[in-house]
Each structure stands twice: as C-alpha cells, then as structure tokens.
C-alpha cells in the first residue's frame, strides 16, 4: 500500500524489552517489598556465616551465666542454660529458611506439575488429582502435619516432608487454574497444529504463564511454612533439642516466661519479622506481575 | 441549569460543533495525542460518519464527546464541544461539569458500542435495563418505565417483544442483543445517538438488518446519528457526510457521494482502493491481487494492476475430504445429561488441488472453522475422511499424525493471540523446525531469516517479542512460522478478518504471492464476500454445518443457485452510496441454531450439478427449501 496507511506508532519503547526487564522495571517501584527482599537476602547472608559471625556457640552451656537479659555481652540475654540468645537466633535461622525454602520447593513442584497435568489433560485425570486435592485441604494444615509427622516420626527432616505435603494442593489448584485459562489461548492451539508434543507444551506454553502466579505464592507460602515448622518444634514434633530451632527456642523458654520474657521475646520477634518479610515481598512481587494490575 | 442560559436557537444552527478538538493520554513514553485540532459539526438529523483505521483517533473523538475519556485515562487538552441541548441552550461539553454530563449523557446523547454482550449487564432482565435508562431521565413510576420499556422494544422490530422483557441477555443472540442496546439508548429520545463499530461484530445479514433499523428510527426520531466505522461499506450505506481521520487529524470532510466519487485527499484515496468490493472481479474466472496505489508526491496516486493468479496445477487433489462429520455434545446438569447435540459440520465433502484455493464462507456457527480445526486436528471428528494425498489422516496412527502436522498448516484469525508472548518471534517461527528436527543449529537461524525476509520483515526481527509489532506484522510472523516446515496446505481461519482494511491487502496479496512461488494450496475461511471473490479458485458456501453450494469462484459468485448464497451476497454493504437504494431482499428472521436433539440428525442429501464443477443443495436445509 502506502506509507500513509502504515499502523500508527502507539508507544512501544525503543530498546527491546525482555519479561525479565519488564518484571524489574516494575517490581523497582514496590519499595516496601524491596526493604523485605533486603532484609530475608541480608538473613540469608547471616544464616549462611553463622559460624563466623555469631559471637558464642549456640549449644555450649554457660552455668555462670543463666535467664540473664540483655547485656554487652549478651545482646539477647541467655537462656536456662547459659546459652546466648542472639548466637542460637542466628543459626536458628539456618534451620527455618532451610526448612521454609526446601519444604515450598518440594510442594511446589509436587503441586504445580499435577496441576499443569490436571488443567491440560482435564477429564478423569483432572478429577482424581483435584478430589485427592480437597481432601487434603479439608485438613487444617497443622493437622495434616502432625499427622504425616506421626507416620514417619518426629524430626526437622520429617517436618519438611510434613509441611510440604499441606503445600501441594494449594500449588495444585493454582497451577491449575492459570493452566485451564492458558490452555484455551490460541497460541497453544497454534503450537498443537505445528505438532509440537504435549510434554513440551506444557513446559514451553502453560508452565511459565503459571509462574508469576507460583513465584508470589511460593514466596509468602515460605512465611507460613516457617510458621508451621515452628509450631511443629514448639509441641515438640519438630527440631529437636539442643537444636537453636526458633520454635523449640519458644518452647524451652515458656517456662520462665515470669523471669526472663527476653528467651521467649527474641525467638518471637525473629519468626514474626521472618514471615512478615516473606509476605510483603509476595505482595510486592504480586503487584509487579500480576497481568490484571498491570493495565495503568 | 448552569450558568447563563441564553437561548441562541437558531433554526439552521448545528446540534454538535466541535472546534479545535485536542485529546491526550499520559503513556510511559509520554504524551500520546489521540487526536489533533479536530473541528466538524453535526447537523440535526443527519448522520455523520467517522471512518478510519485502527489508532486514527475515532472513537477516542466519540469519547470525547460523551466525556467518558477520562475513565480510559484520557484528558481533553483543548477546544470546544457544542452541543445544542433539548432546551435550546448551547454548552460547551469540554467545560461542563459532572452533574450537567449526567444529564446530557444516555438523555440528549445516547451511545451504542460495538460488543452488545459486554454492554448490556448479565445479571438483570432486558426490561429492568431498559426501565432504568427512563426512570434515570425521565422519573417515571416503575409500571410507566415498563411500559415505555415494551414500546421502545417494539420500535426496534424485536419479535415477542412482551415476552423478551423477562430475559437475561445471555438468552439472546448478538443482533437482538444489539437491538435491545438500541432500544435502551433511545429510550430517552436522544438528540444525537453515537454509535462506535455497532455492527463490527455481527454477521452480514444481521449487519444489514441493523443498519437498516438505524436509519429507519433516524428517519421516525428525527435524531442526527454519529456513525464511527471502519467500513466503506458500511458508510456508503449510512452516510450523508463522512469525516476521514488518520492518525488523530482529518483528511478530508464531506458529501457521502462526493468523498466517494471524488475523493480529494490522497489517503482517503488509498483506503477506497484497499477496500474489496464485491463484483470488481466479475466475468473474470481467475483470482487477481489487490492493485496497489502509489501515493505520490502532491496527492497524485497511481494503480498497478496485478496479473491474474493461474497456479493451479495437476489434476489429483492433495486434500480431499469425504463426509466429514464433527458434533459436540451440549450437557446439562450434574450428572452430565446429553441434552443435545451441536452439529457443526455434517457430511461435507470438497477437495482441494496443488496451488488452489478453495473459500469456505458463512456465517458465524455455520461451521467452516470447525472444518478447518477439524482438518488440522485440533478437533476430533466423528466420522468421514481426510485423504491427504490419498492417505487417511483420520486412520493413522497418533505419532504419524503428528508428522502430518508439517505438511498442513493453520494460520489463525488473531494476530495478537496466537503468538506466545513469552517467546520470541524467532523462536516461535523456529518451533515447527525444532519439533520435526528439520534443522539444527544455525541451520535453524539461517531458516528463520529466510523466512522472515519472505513474508517481507527483516531477519533481525527475529529477537523481538511479538508485543513490539503491528497486527499486520504479526500476522506475517504467523504466516512465516506456517511456512516454515514447508506445508503443502495452509488453511487461513478468517486470516485478514481482524485487520485494517489496507493491512489486509497487503496480507491477501502477500498470501497470493506465496501461492504463486510454491504452488501452495489454501483453504481461505471467511465471513468477507469481497475478499474472497479476490483469493478463490472455488467457493463453498456453507450453512448449518453442510454445504449448500460449491463450485468455481465466478459461476458462485455470477450465478449464485442457492437462495442462501442469494441471501449472503446481498447482504454485503456496497463500497457506493449511490448504490444505497438499490433493491434488496427483505432480510429478516435469525440464524437457526445447529443444535439439535441427541438423536435427530438433520437431513443431508447429495448436491446436484448445475454447472461445470458448481453443486447446488436442492433440499432443504434449516429454513431454506
């Protein structure tokens, strides 16, 4: 034809924009979720170093030094048996990210995979997977727990299993979900006239329309799970002691609750901080990627 | 009442008066001016129409006039909107305030927008909805609203009016769905009506029977009616002047009969020559491209006509489709009860050779998509034979099928949609290769520019992501991903029917083109009349799932034998206002539904010969006989 009948030119930036790039420009402006995901990396760090950087060991007694509170010396007081607070604190955050982070991964995987399957495949498959699913959530989640940790006994190993299996039908319906709308989008209809294998769609055209969807959940799902796995250690199913478990902390501090609050205290604030910050990043990641609010 | 009601009720004054119009929207990347010192007037009772492409700013300029623009984000950033109201009073729209807009707005200016089922709420009844709209504006009692309610459906010609006042739109089809917007927007017996793409959505006939409706309230209402529109057609058909926009600003303003007949500018004159008229290809047996207008310098513009497309080769067909039978069951409750069936294709049979196209047309649930899917397989059928080659693809095996895939190929009606959006445009054009390890390594790159550069983009589009495109462009991209594992077929699923009329010149020529250089063969699906008598070798013409008619595009389309055929192409506005009278058949009645009782299959009989290779249903099909 002509120029002069040629597509108007509406915005669209110059620079190639990538997903990943797009994703950053605008998980950039949620500065409260930016402040989460700087304290969880800087507790990361510290989890890691915790050998390094905490000032006493986490399980050596210290008879001369018992249910103090905050001092110089102890930022955190001591507990029962002379323990410092703050040290068992930083190694305790070994456990709970490790716990959080591996148990979600696991139930993750487990969740999402049966539900791209389910939401594809529909029918029979559908049914059995998603039936299985409302059983599980008919159970409150700490029940659930106990309950597979009473099969395979207690242990911090067994409350992974046992926090993940309360994880895989939330995952299973999410992914779902964004599956059963994807999968009528005339994109994968055109990838299944050019022949491409139902596998691959699944992992090239229905997986990752899922993920912004599964990141956010993954991320405050952490936050609960860490909560989980504390309760778990607190009736004692979890961590067992002297392990420094945030959860077992609580549990062996609520004795001297009336003396010294400062053993209860401190384990309190870190797992209420913990999961806060893994629910405001979920937000803020929630409102970089989700396509309904992206519209403005 | 604001401020200063001075009467200046001049009998020859105009209803509307738009003076130097500016509209803006804030984007990322700035100021956005969707329109650009836009001046035109409406007179009482006449109807303007606004036409122009896609982004050309006509229906941000209807928005405007409402003030609705500021809910998209938008801002009037300068001018005037006049506007005569009941009283005699002119007000300046673009200065007045929300209370003075909420009683102009749906009372003296009604609006009726393109998706009728959008519009209308699915929660309440068609007669709460119309009631409303009177009680809103003219504060009558709840059985006076009713019964104005009834009346008003009355006036839009809606049969069993009295029973539809209970009805939820979902129980309606999309032309009585966009009577009962109509009858709600003239409830209040506006001055103006703006109607933005009204029948952009609806079928031919149902188009036609739409329109003529407008124009006969215009005529009962005494009301001026602003027509937003992309089709010539539908201009021609309603017009007394017409308003070109491109771009955000005018073109050009005028007589409906001389923007046609003498268009001054030459835009206007590039977008008349890209519209496809029905006939311009009459007594000529071949199919032929688009010709192409060079705007020159000063306004000047030039034709090229294109030779006629002679690609058919061979005699044995490479598809054949022998009574082709596709049903979806329709269930109800929960148990899953079959309630129905919805028989979208039912025993159709055509064949297609190398380097030929065949046109499937209809109407919307007439079934040539599902033919087409079923083809493609995307859609199992029930029974019958799709022999490519001679070899059924129905009794292979489900690996072999697969590989079939290479050698047909889909191209899909959305540009916008059948590309992920994750991917790159290159991979998406590499992924048929990948799949079917037809090229590896940088074969594979050296493939995907090939491609690109042949359906005329640049290879190093290769790494963009579609949302960086046109839809013109995208649909290229599509084209080339269907070329890619170098098919034999490519069925086009209403290709060019979500494109601007000169983009899709481009894309009908583009296809064209490549039919020409590798003898392909396409089955064309299409609602479009005129596009088609411009691709097709043949033409089917389907309806409640059968064929009533097939045979060479020129004894179709010079001879039609079927009265439905007779139907469709009168149906087909005409690009020629001086054409706007001529006789037509009364068009009435709906489209019958394709569902049927579980065991009620309808009656198919074989077709007869009336010409050379052109078959007639002589039986009865829905409510033809």
Known sequence: MSTATSAPAIVVASDMRTPLGEFWRRFRRQKVALVAGAFLLALLLVAIFAPWIAPYDPATPDYMAILQGPTAAHWAGTDAYGRDVFSRILFGARISLAVGFLSVSLGGLVGVSLG???????????????????????????????????????????????????????????ARGSTLSLKRAVYVDAARAIGVKDRVIMMRHLLPGALPNVIVYFSMRIGTSIL????????????????????????????????????????????????????????????????????? | MTAAPVPVAAPQSPLVRVDGLNVEFATEGGVFRAVQDLSFHIDPGETLAVVGESGSGKSVTSLALMRLIEFGGGRIAGGKLEFRGRDGVVRDLASAD???????????????????????????????????????????????????????????????????????????????????????????????????????????????????????????MGMAVLFITHDMGVVAEVADRVLVMNKGRKVEEGVAEEIFARPQHAYTRALLAAVPRLGALAGEPLPRRFPLVEIKEGGGGAFTEAPPQDTVTGSAPVLEVKNLVTRFDVRRGIFGRLSGRVHAVEQVSFSVKAGETLALVGESGCGKSTTGRTIMQLQAADSGQILFHGRDLLAMGAQERRSMRQKIQYVFQDPFASLDPRLTVGFSIAEPLTTHNLATGKAVEERVAELLRDVGLSPDHARRYPHEFSGGQRQRICIARALASEPEVLIADEAVAALDVSIQAQIVNLLMELQEKRRLSYIFISHDMAVVERVSHRVAVMYLGQIVEIGPRQAVFDHPAHPYTRRLMAAVPIADPARRDRERPLLEGEIPSAIRAPNDPPEVRALVEVGEGHFVARYSIGDFR
């Open chain 1, 228 to 296: 989980t796995a504390a309760s778990l250690s607190f009736i004692g199913l979890g961590a067992q002691p002297p392990s420094p478990e945030w959860g077992a902390m609580l549990a062996d501090g609520r004795s001297y609750i009336g003396v010294a609050d400062n053993v209860t205290l401190f384990p309190g604030i870190a797992i209420f901080v913990t999961v806060l910050a893994f629910n405001l990043l979920g937000d803020g990641l929630r409102d970089a990627l989700d396509p309904k609010l992206r519209m403005a």
């Open chain 2, 98 to 220: 929300a209370q003075t807009m909420n009683r102009v707005r749906g009372n003296e200016i009604a609006m009726i927008f393109q998706e009728p089922m959008t519009s209308l709420n699915p929660v309440f009844t068609i007669g709460d909805q119309i009631a409303e709209a009177v009680r809103l504006h003219q504060g009558a009692s709840r059985a006076e609203a009713r019964a104005e309610a009834l009346a008003m459906l009355e006036k839009v010609r809606i049969p069993g009016a009295k029973g539809l006042l209970d009805r939820h739109p979902h129980q309606l089809s999309g032309g009585m769905r966009q009577r009962v917007m109509i009858a709600m927007a003239l409830a209040c017996r506006p001055k103006l009506l703006v109607a933005d793409e009204p029948t952009t959505a609806l079928d031919v006939t149902i188009q036609a029977q739409i329109l003529r409706l407008i124009r006969i309230l215009q005529d009962e």
């Open chain 1, 116 to 174: 791209v399957i389910s939401g594809y495949y529909g029918g029979l498959i559908d049914s059995l997977i998603m039936r299985v699913c409302d059983v599980l959530l008919a159970f409150p989640g700490i029940l659930l727990a106990i309950g597979v940790i009473a099969i395979l006994g207690p242990g911090i190993d067994n409350v992974i299993y046992a926090v993940a299996v309360f994880s895989v039908p939330i995952f299973a319906r999410l």
